[in-house]
């Protein structure tokens, strides 16, 4: 017979301080007087009580703090077999049944569409069980099922979105991550008409775009989300809801980062860069922009006359053709905190960079580093797995022309540098040295932090180098970068993984 106490879970318990400090192990050996009577039946000798202490510290250990104080699930464990709550539940009944009585158990809702896909009546069941609280919605697969083949996954993905659909009204979060663009919702005809007041976070991605049948444009479509704060869409729901004059960006007066991805299918000409970027000028409070992957079309000759001006705090620039690249950076008029280039061709770019921190990811060797950065005056730059930072670019950075006075990259101070390996630090180390030296001639300064926000006339010092997975570098040349610099890490072993995809991060998803 079940346990009463199933009936009576008191919410008020899984209060953020309510949690046993003892491990697992411990928690077992003090509810059982001995290991004989402990191993005759271990699952179904644990009282409820003992079980929802224990639930309730993996339900605490699968969430997080944000940097605005807020608690939310952790979104690095999805692909983890022993995610709460689904592997606890799937052990045995009872502990199913344990579990279904603490919605709160049951606000971060995961979904597979892969093989192992979750079945329809369990997502039933696991938004029946968060009763009445708000929701994060995660629709994915396993992260070793994105590549081959799945004619399935659309189906599975519809199937998901209309129980979905269902519950929208309580969603705080959703996310979307498959593989195909024919699978990802339709915004203009599934969210049509839907009201989601506590929406801040609403993510459509796909790792690849296989086109898709254009949907009929709907003359009065309304989508209710004032506390959106972050959109990731794929390029053919942008341009269904976010381009001509049914732009929902106008209404999305919370919003404060988006990202347009995914338009690759060959069998279409490219999408319109002017009408992408019309519309984001359109936002009234967008901050954070990512482009990614997306191929344009030139339906007018390239152009620099600017009459579109977008304002930004950081921008990342993704998969892009040198063309595109160049023009997207004319139209942002103030200058973004941060800029990141990735995979994109540099060396074509009319327009110099303005950003105070530039990061470079994944750059072949017949990139010229030069021509973006040759008149940036910006105070931080990152280079990441980039072949084309070698010692023709160290010497360019020496060269101060005939009198010192035209140097690139003035006003840089920190350089970070990961999986970078063609150059030499010898070279290296002759660069920071000019450069210190010609600016201490114009101003002087006892520690480097001092000159952190300080303009100098000609050139800047270098204050600080990181390197990871670098070339090897000498004692006596690891002696001077420490003493002369104010800081200074220098590794030689390859880092693998530096960093995540830019939009998977648990800021991006609840933005803490």
């Given at each position: 017979?079940?346990?009463?106490?199933?009936?009576?879970?008191?919410?008020?318990?899984?209060?953020?301080?309510?949690?046993?400090?003892?491990?697992?192990?411990?928690?077992?050996?003090?509810?059982?007087?001995?290991?004989?009577?402990?191993?005759?039946?271990?699952?179904?000798?644990?009282?409820?009580?003992?079980?929802?202490?224990?639930?309730?510290?993996?339900?605490?250990?699968?969430?997080?703090?944000?940097?605005?104080?807020?608690?939310?699930?952790?979104?690095?464990?999805?692909?983890?077999?022993?995610?709460?709550?689904?592997?606890?539940?799937?052990?045995?009944?009872?502990?199913?049944?344990?579990?279904?009585?603490?919605?709160?158990?049951?606000?971060?809702?995961?979904?597979?569409?892969?093989?192992?896909?979750?079945?329809?009546?369990?997502?039933?069941?696991?938004?029946?069980?968060?009763?009445?609280?708000?929701?994060?919605?995660?629709?994915?697969?396993?992260?070793?099922?994105?590549?081959?083949?799945?004619?399935?996954?659309?189906?599975?993905?519809?199937?998901?979105?209309?129980?979905?659909?269902?519950?929208?009204?309580?969603?705080?979060?959703?996310?979307?991550?498959?593989m195909y663009s024919s699978s990802l919702p339709s915004i203009l005809h599934d969210f049509h008409q839907k009201t989601a007041l506590y929406l801040h976070t609403l993510k459509l991605k796909c790792q690849v775009d296989d086109g898709g049948i254009p949907h009929r444009k709907l003359v009065h479509w309304s989508f209710h989300a004032p506390r959106l704060c972050?959109?990731?869409?794929?390029?053919?729901?942008?341009?269904?809801?976010?381009?001509?004059?049914?732009?929902?960006?106008?209404?999305?007066?919370?919003?404060?980062?988006?990202?347009?991805?995914?338009?690759?299918?060959?069998?279409?000409?490219?999408?319109?860069?002017?009408?992408?970027?019309?519309?984001?000028?359109?936002?009234?409070?967008?901050?954070?922009?990512?482009?990614?992957?997306?191929?344009?079309?030139?339906?007018?000759?390239?152009?620099?006359?600017?009459?579109?001006?977008?304002?930004?705090?950081?921008?990342?620039?993704?998969?892009?053709?040198?063309?595109?690249?160049?023009?997207?950076?004319?139209?942002?008029?103030?200058?973004?905190?941060?800029?990141?280039?990735?995979?994109?061709?540099?060396?074509?770019?009319?327009?110099?960079?303005?950003?105070?921190?530039?990061?470079?990811?994944?750059?072949?060797?017949?990139?010229?580093?030069?021509?973006?950065?040759?008149?940036?005056?910006?105070?931080?730059?990152?280079?990441?797995?980039?072949?084309?930072?070698?010692?023709?670019?160290?010497?360019?950075?020496?060269?101060?022309?005939?009198?010192?006075?035209?140097?690139?990259?003035?006003?840089?101070?920190?350089?970070?540098?990961?999986?970078?390996?063609?150059?030499?630090?010898?070279?290296?180390?002759?660069?920071?040295?000019?450069?210190?030296?010609?600016?201490?001639?114009?101003?002087?300064?006892?520690?480097?932090?001092?000159?952190?926000?300080?303009?100098?006339?000609?050139?800047?010092?270098?204050?600080?180098?990181?390197?990871?997975?670098?070339?090897?570098?000498?004692?006596?040349?690891?002696?001077?970068?420490?003493?002369?610099?104010?800081?200074?890490?220098?590794?030689?072993?390859?880092?693998?993984?530096?960093?995540?995809?830019?939009?998977?991060?648990?800021?991006?998803?609840?933005?803490?």
């Amino acid at each position: 017979m079940t346990n009463q106490v199933l009936l009576q879970v008191d919410p008020s318990s899984l209060s953020e301080d309510c949690c046993p400090d003892e491990t697992l192990f411990d928690i077992y050996h003090s509810a059982h007087a001995s290991w004989a009577a402990a191993t005759r039946n271990f699952i179904g000798a644990l009282p409820i009580e003992l079980l929802l202490a224990i639930f309730t510290h993996l339900y605490r250990s699968s969430r997080r703090l944000t940097q605005s104080g807020e608690i939310v699930w952790r979104l690095d464990d999805i692909n983890l077999s022993s995610l709460f709550p689904y592997a606890p539940a799937a052990v045995c009944s009872t502990w199913r049944l344990v579990l279904s009585r603490v919605p709160e158990f049951w606000t971060r809702v995961v979904i597979r569409v892969d093989s192992q896909h979750t079945r329809s009546q369990d997502v039933r069941r696991y938004f029946e069980w968060s009763r009445y609280l708000h929701l994060d919605v995660i629709i994915t697969r396993h992260r070793d099922e994105f590549e081959g083949h799945d004619k399935r996954e659309q189906s599975k993905v519809v199937k998901a979105t209309r129980e979905l659909v269902r519950h929208i009204g309580r969603c705080r979060s959703i996310h979307f991550d498959v593989m195909y663009s024919s699978s990802l919702p339709s915004i203009l005809h599934d969210f049509h008409q839907k009201t989601a007041l506590y929406l801040h976070t609403l993510k459509l991605k796909c790792q690849v775009d296989d086109g898709g049948i254009p949907h009929r444009k709907l003359v009065h479509w309304s989508f209710h989300a004032p506390r959106l704060c972050h959109l990731h869409l794929d390029a053919r729901n942008f341009f269904d809801v976010c381009v001509d004059r049914n732009n929902w960006l106008r209404r999305l007066h919370s919003l404060n980062s988006l990202s347009v991805s995914r338009y690759r299918h060959f069998s279409d000409k490219g999408i319109d860069l002017y009408k992408l970027l019309r519309a984001i000028e359109e936002s009234p409070s967008l901050a954070c922009l990512e482009l990614k992957d997306l191929r344009f079309s030139r339906v007018r000759p390239w152009t620099t006359a600017n009459d579109i001006s977008i304002e930004l705090i950081s921008m990342n620039l993704e998969d892009l053709s040198g063309e595109a690249l160049s023009e997207i950076i004319g139209y942002v008029d103030s200058a973004p905190a941060t800029t990141r280039i990735s995979r994109c061709a540099i060396t074509t770019c009319h327009h110099s960079l303005i950003s105070n921190g530039i990061a470079f990811h994944d750059l072949s060797a017949d990139q010229d580093l030069m021509v973006p950065l040759a008149n940036w005056r910006g105070r931080t730059l990152s280079l990441v797995s980039c072949a084309c930072f070698h010692d023709d670019f160290l010497r360019d950075m020496i060269d101060g022309g005939p009198h010192d006075q035209s140097f690139a990259c003035k006003g840089l101070k920190e350089l970070y540098l990961v999986n970078c390996t063609k150059f030499s630090p010898r070279l290296l180390k002759t660069m920071v040295l000019k450069r210190r030296k010609l600016a201490r001639r114009s101003i002087f300064w006892r520690r480097d932090q001092e000159t952190l926000d300080w303009t100098f006339p000609n050139v800047a010092p270098i204050t600080l180098i990181s390197v990871d997975g670098g070339p090897a570098l000498s004692k006596e040349d690891r002696e001077w970068f420490d003493k002369n610099l104010g800081s200074f890490h220098w590794d030689e072993r390859k880092w693998l993984y530096p960093f995540k995809d830019s939009g998977d991060s648990d800021h991006d998803m609840y933005g803490g």
